[in-house]
């Protein structure tokens, strides 16, 4: 066990830094066993923080080699230095400290920092990697302007970039050659990057709003050359919609891209040098899906919206993430939804909200979007301050009206251009330009759970009013036993016996021609009743429409309702709505029961009427097939039982499969396309649905699914299709097919990493194929690298996030191999590892046959010795009583 726990920061401890760092100049002396990093800060005081305090750098593994005080070498009594922190008791009010550190990239498995991967070095700063090369203030309200030069071997690195402009380069003895570069704009020291390799530059150019030249470029390793178009295309598309939507433009003159494989996370928004993770920024058609390439635009324009809602303005403390983070999603999401079907952009990001946030708010992590402890940043990048936090800023939206949030927008960012600051000066900001009190609602930053609202209604028939009484109730979570109702804004419409969006009067005097189809109540109290008038019958209410707010609605729709609303409710979202409720009561209603008992006919009717809907959006519809996921019904259920779930979603989706038989045929081939790859909306949905028939079709066996299949999978002329086949293969039992087109896709991709990735995930993911004895195969297949985070997550990460009944295998079995992967992880990636315990700590909420091997799996993490602070973190919250 870990002797020692670690140390938990608060966020009511924060003080302003003792000192402040004016320039930081650094030079990279660059080997092949490790790097000299020498540093120079020109420091002061801090006016505004208490005199006479020592100075102390933060550190992490560091060697020091030197250390000089205004040029004059300090000797071993003048400092007191550890791997981790560097003291001098004794400074001036202002001085320039210069420090020398020996550190090893080569040997860097944690991905922190500066490291090599396949040959080239690059680095990770946010939140805490900075210090891992050199001794520094590392937080992020210490802002300086950077010089970094590089030096190293020509012929290995002849690629040196770093942040800003470069403004001299040059050759150096013994095959070496330089570069600086400087940044105009000062910075946090997460916000600082550097690589250095032999890479191939793609070239484009982008004229701003005010006539500017914008130089962009992209770097990547050679074989990668035609993988691209797609990111620098996304990237132009992104910085235009940023000055329209929101007046912003970029800043220095170069932005630059680099694509590297071996990335903790999807990519990082360093100040005129983003570094991305291979797979959220290489594409081809032919390499990767449409998802892969929706996600890379949307990848691609957050971290560029990162330059303003981040950068320029950033945040005083790490409390403060979901400032940067929360906005910055909102502004993709938002960016997404302009660029595609908005709508089924809602339907992605609220169910990604509702089975996995949702999980997140009502585990033992549960954390307020902005927390107020913590013992390891890294574990706070989560749904809660991403996904959580861009719901948030997505009410304010929805509060002010897109006018007022602009202004709110322009405020803040005019404000506090060039400084670190907290949520509750973004929040300042909005309610200044608007004229709103916004008092109560900042409990969406400070109280963590999600709230749930019970609707009853009552119709009236002879004064023709309907009333809707809404109560609200947010969970108890750890460390908060008592919630305050919270600002809620709560979209809702009635719709009529003829399926027709009826007038929302709300008093009797109100005109109808005038009134809005659409309402946006503000729920503030525990309970409020709303009354609506002139009406003729009992209306079906169509509740949260758009997903107005992260909460969770319970109303008593019957199943009638619910096949009413998925045909006839004028918002989208809720249509979908409609059809997983409807979906996920059938499915629940069938566990536990004998297998004659068949499903409900509605179902079947509300789906076939969907397969022959033309006249839908038809990536809507393809979305409104989709049965909910395990972890959908999971989530849904109040003590789970994973085996139950699966077994009853199967049989539902084997009787509409085979009930349904002629109608995917006919919808997989009036959705077959010929001709070119298109990546148009149209072309997308098309693609989805062809693929949900095939899969449904190959589900239960069928004959003609599998011919079809086969065909699509070698005849294929796109990543999607051929994986979208490959897929459905693998999860039939057309068992002879489904390895043969393994092995014929990997003899065909085996260069291809990012390709790899898929074809370990569709297998380590399969409910048939993806049996724990094919999972530790494929842990000792040649492609697998340990050292490699995408390949973890595409094997592991898709066993235990997606593979959910194999997972959860009634002898423990599962949760003893994540285990026993997490204990090696811990050793060489503790933030992988800590995010890969992430499946076993919501234990309570399983029945005991699962509960109890799942504790006693983070039971047996919790005995290693010297577990990381990052897996301690996690680990020790889940078992706390
Ligand atoms: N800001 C980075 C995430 C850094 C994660 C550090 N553990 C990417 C992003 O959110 O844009
Ligand atoms: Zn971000």
Redesign the pocket.
């Known amino acids: 066990m870990r002797t020692s726990q670690p140390q938990t920061i608060y966020l009511k401890d924060y003080e302003v830094p003792p000192f402040l760092v004016d320039h930081t100049d650094l030079r990279f002396e660059l080997f092949e066993d490790g790097a000299r990093v020498h540093s120079t800060l020109s420091m002061r005081r801090n006016p505004e923080s208490a005199a006479g305090q020592p100075l102390e750098l933060d550190g992490d593994s560091l060697e020091l080699e030197s250390v000089a005080l205004d040029g004059q070498a300090l000797s071993d009594g003048d400092y007191e230095a550890t791997p981790a922190s560097l003291r001098i008791d004794s400074v001036p009010d202002q001085f320039s400290l210069s420090v020398v550190t020996w550190i090893r990239p080569q040997d860097n498995t944690r991905l922190e920092g500066l490291y090599k991967s396949s040959g080239m070095f690059c680095t990770?700063c946010?939140?805490e990697g900075f210090r891992c090369i050199t001794y520094y203030p590392d937080r992020p309200d210490v802002m300086a302007r950077f010089r970094t030069r590089i030096e190293a071997d020509q012929s290995r690195y002849p690629v040196l970039l770093s942040n800003g402009n470069d403004v001299e380069r040059g050759e150096l003895d013994d095959g070496r050659h330089y570069a600086v570069w400087e940044d105009p704009f000062p910075k946090p020291s997460y916000l600082f990057a550097l690589v250095a390799g032999d890479l191939v530059e793609k070239k484009d150019q982008f004229t701003t709003v005010s006539g500017r030249e914008i130089d962009l470029r992209m770097y990547v390793e050679p074989r990668n050359a035609e993988k691209c178009d797609h990111a620098l295309v996304s990237l132009k598309k992104a910085m235009r919609w940023d000055e329209e939507v929101y007046g912003r433009e970029y800043d220095l003159d170069i932005f630059m891209i680099v694509a590297v494989d071996d990335f903790?996370?999807?990519?990082?928004?360093n100040k005129g040098l983003n570094i991305f993770n291979s797979s959220c920024v290489l594409a081809s058609p032919d390499t990767a899906t449409d998802m892969a390439f929706q996600r890379i635009e949307s990848i691609v324009a957050?971290?560029y919206f990162?330059n303003w809602s981040?950068n320029r303005v950033t945040c005083r403390d790490w409390f403060q993430l979901s400032l940067?983070?929360g906005f910055?999603v909102f502004r993709d999401t938002q960016f997404s939804s302009d660029m595609g079907s908005p709508t089924v952009k809602r339907i992605e990001d609220a169910s990604l909200l509702r089975t996995a946030q949702f999980a997140e708010d009502g585990g033992p992590m549960a954390h307020p979007v902005r927390p107020d402890s913590y013992m390891e940043i890294?574990n706070f990048?989560t749904l809660t301050v991403?996904e959580k936090g861009c719901e948030v800023v997505r009410m304010i939206h929805t509060l002010l009206g897109p006018e007022q949030f602009r202004a709110g927008s322009d405020l803040y960012f005019e404000r506090h251009d060039g400084q670190a600051v907290t949520t509750d000066d973004f929040v300042r900001a909005m309610e200044d330009a608007s004229g709103r009190d916004l008092s109560q609602f900042r409990l969406w930053y400070e109280q963590a759970g999600t709230p749930r609202l019970t609707v009853e209604d009552e119709y009236d028939d002879a004064q023709g009013t309907y009333r809707l009484t809404i109560h609200q109730s947010v969970p108890a979570t750890p460390g908060q036993p008592e919630k305050q109702p919270q600002h809620i804004p709560f979209a809702v419409g009635l719709i009529g016996e003829q399926g027709k969006a009826l007038p929302l009067r709300l008093s009797a005097d109100e005109d109808e021609n005038d009134a809005p189809t659409q309402r946006v109540l503000e729920l503030t109290g525990d309970s409020h009743t709303f009354t609506f008038h002139g009406l003729q019958a009992r209306p079906v209410p169509s509740l949260l429409q758009g997903f107005s707010a992260p909460v969770r609605v319970d109303y008593p729709w019957t199943r009638d309702q619910l096949m009413f609303l998925m045909s006839h409710d004028p918002d989208g979202f809720n249509r979908w709505d409609a059809s997983q409720r409807l979906a996920s009561d059938v499915i629940e209603s069938l566990m536990h029961q004998p297998k004659d008992v068949r499903t409900d006919r509605r179902l079947l009717t509300a789906y076939r009427h969907l397969l022959a809907d033309r006249s839908l959006d038809q990536a809507l519809v393809a979305r409104m097939l989709q049965l909910p996921t395990v972890a959908a019904l999971i989530e849904q259920s109040e003590t789970a039982d994973v085996q139950a779930i699966h077994e009853a979603r199967r049989r539902v989706l084997t009787e509409l499969a085979v009930e349904l038989r002629d109608d995917l045929v006919a919808c997989y081939r009036r959705n077959q396309e010929s001709g070119e790859y298109r990546l148009e909306p149209e072309d997308i949905a098309r693609r989805a649905l062809k693929n949900t028939a095939l899969a449904w079709l190959l589900h239960v066996k069928d004959e003609e699914g599998r011919m079809l299949a086969v065909k699509q999978f070698e005849g294929a002329t796109n990543m999607t299709d051929r994986a979208s086949a490959l897929r459905a293969l693998v999860n039939s039992d057309f068992e002879g097919d489904r390895q043969q087109a393994l092995d014929r896709f990997y003899g065909q991709f085996k260069e291809d990493p990012q390709v790899v990735e898929q074809w370990f995930a569709i297998q380590a993911s399969s409910p048939n194929a993806g049996s724990l004895a094919h999972v530790e195969a494929l842990l000792e297949h040649e492609a697998f690298d340990w050292k490699n985070p995408n390949k973890i997550r595409s094997v592991v990460g898709a066993f235990a996030g997606q593979n959910l009944s194999r997972f959860h295998a009634k002898d423990g079995s599962g949760y003893r191999f994540l285990a026993k992967r997490i204990l090696a992880l811990d050793e060489t990636n503790p933030?992988i590892a800590a995010r890969l315990v992430s499946p076993l700590t919501r234990w309570r909420k399983f029945k005991n046959v699962y509960s109890e091997g799942m504790k006693s799996a983070l039971e047996t993490l919790r005995d290693k010795p010297d577990l990381s602070k990052d897996v301690y973190e996690v680990v020790h919250k889940s078992l706390k009583d």
């Open positions: 990770q946010e939140a903790n996370m999807g990519a990082m928004e957050h971290e990162h981040g940067k983070e910055t890294s990048y991403y933030q």
